[in-house]
């Protein structure tokens, strides 16, 4: 059997590590009310995320309803599934469902269209305990993490997992070699799903576990970018820094802007010329590399790119915060404010019937314009965020201030339906939409469908219903 499900907590008390995390999801969950945000748990893979969920579940005695990466999270599928479940009661009469969204930053792609926005509509109009999960926190849309109070996870250490791994051991009956159990928790790299998977990979077939026996089932590691920075500013040799450009995980394009960032931190004139003469040159290699599909020059590009911005560097060392490239930061705010602009035209065209064309080319001016004029009315009607409101108004300090007092408004709606009184011993029941039962006089008439007549001279004009507002009323 698997050795990560045999020996999966079932309880939040039996989780190793995180102890921060895991007593604010239990406190979380003790003071459940409808009011409360949901939770996001995030950090990296293996550290124990869905099994807190789960256990937490457990725990309470939740339900569970859980969407991950597997299934086909459309807008439809949330709805029908998450979306039914998170206002209705547990089947087994506890009262409370736990929708896990597992990877919920990963939910991109044709498979997930309207994904993001569906569940961003559950969470507000849910009435159930919510847990997403994710790797990267800011790999959730923005219009979801607005909405959830967030627990980062962060990476077990090594000490704590091969005591983990010595107890699973125990309990198997293996006999393995402490320094063999330190040297799997130590290239784990904190993920401790992958350090006793690899426990279990050694152990296979074998009465003893030894060091030698383990390098079969290491994890394996590559050289990340911040150590081949690193070592180009520290005068690392030739050889070494060769191969930490094969090591890197990464094209070299990439490893060029990232090189070319750091050597805004030489601090001599001709040093940093020099560096960027070189970077100039292997960009060259690499513009031809892609266009002639000649391949072999890329080793030429990754030989200038660190040797000679080693040789610029003189071994001094760096001393300051490693950053990504600066046009990536410039992408990212773009692609972020066309995603933006995306996801306000979808709003407004599924709100008022239109199309995102027209909206874009006819109607954004004087809509902007009625947004301006009653920003607060708008943002409740059509559910704005921060930041769409912000993308209308221009005003960051008003936006946040207007998206604060609706959120307080919707709480102290939902507040009043619970401080309804009731008789002692009895029980509150919720606040149901009123349906008019049939009777003998009734104040108006049943809706009905009439057949189609003929027109009567007698009959009176209809008269227009003007109680729905338009688009341009009050403008």
Not at 237 to 263: F, K
Not at 357 to 386: C, G, M, Q, S, W
């Amino acid at each position: 059997m698997d050795w990560v499900a045999q020996y999966r907590p079932q309880r939040l008390q039996d989780i190793i590590g995180n102890g921060q995390a895991i007593r604010q999801i239990a406190e979380w969950g003790k003071t459940w009310h409808t009011s409360m945000r949901p939770l996001i748990l995030y950090g990296k893979p293996g550290i124990g995320k869905t099994t807190a969920a789960h256990a937490l579940a457990r725990d309470m005695e939740w339900d569970v309803i859980e969407l991950n990466a597997s299934d086909q999270r459309t807008k439809g599928v949330i709805e029908k599934i998450a979306g039914a479940g998170s206002t209705t009661a547990s089947l087994t009469g506890t009262g409370r469902r736990l929708i896990i969204f597992d990877e919920a930053d990963n939910i991109h792609g044709n498979s997930d269209r309207g994904g993001a926005r569906a569940i961003a509509d559950v969470i507000r109009s849910s009435r159930q305990p919510i847990i997403l999960i994710a790797n990267d926190l800011y790999g959730l849309d923005q219009s979801i993490r607005g909405l959830c109070d967030t627990v980062q996870f962060r990476t077990i250490l090594a000490k704590t997992i091969s005591t983990h791994l010595r107890y699973i051991c125990a309990a198997e009956g293996v006999d393995c070699d402490p320094a063999a159990l330190q040297q799997i928790a130590d290239n784990s790299g904190g993920d401790l799903r992958s350090a006793i998977n690899s426990t279990q990979a050694a152990a296979i077939g074998a009465a003893h576990v030894g060091s030698g026996d383990v390098h079969t089932s290491q994890k394996d590691e590559r050289t990340s970018i911040f150590e081949l920075i690193k070592a180009i500013h520290s005068g690392a040799d030739d050889d070494t820094l060769l191969r930490y450009a094969r090591e890197v995980d990464g094209t070299p394009d990439t490893i060029e802007q990232w090189i070319e960032e750091s050597m805004s931190l030489v601090t001599g004139i001709d040093e940093k010329a020099y560096a960027y003469q070189t970077l100039a040159t292997a960009d060259r290699f690499i513009g031809r590399t892609y266009r002639r599909q000649y391949y072999t020059l890329w080793k030429y590009a990754s030989a200038l790119m660190v040797m000679g911005s080693a040789e610029a560097a003189g071994g001094k060392g760096i001393h300051a915060r490693i950053m990504p490239p600066g046009r990536w930061r410039k992408m990212g705010t773009g692609r972020k404010q066309k995603t933006l602009r995306n996801g306000i035209m979808g709003k407004l065209g599924e709100s008022y019937h239109i199309p995102g064309n027209a909206l874009r080319e006819d109607f954004f001016t004087p809509l902007t314009k009625l947004i301006e004029a009653d920003p607060e009315e708008y943002a409740r009607v059509l559910h704005f965020e921060k930041d769409e409101l912000e993308f209308f108004i221009g005003d960051k300090k008003k936006a946040a201030e207007i998206i604060k007092d609706l959120a307080k408004e919707r709480r102290e709606e939902e507040r009043g339906y619970t401080k309804k009184k009731v008789k002692k011993g009895q029980k509150a029941e919720k606040p149901v939409q009123e349906v008019p039962l049939p009777c003998s006089e009734p104040d108006e008439p049943p809706a009905v469908t009439p057949r189609v007549a003929e027109k009567s001279a007698e009959d009176p004009e209809p008269i227009p219903d003007t109680s729905q507002k338009t688009l341009f009323d009050g403008f």
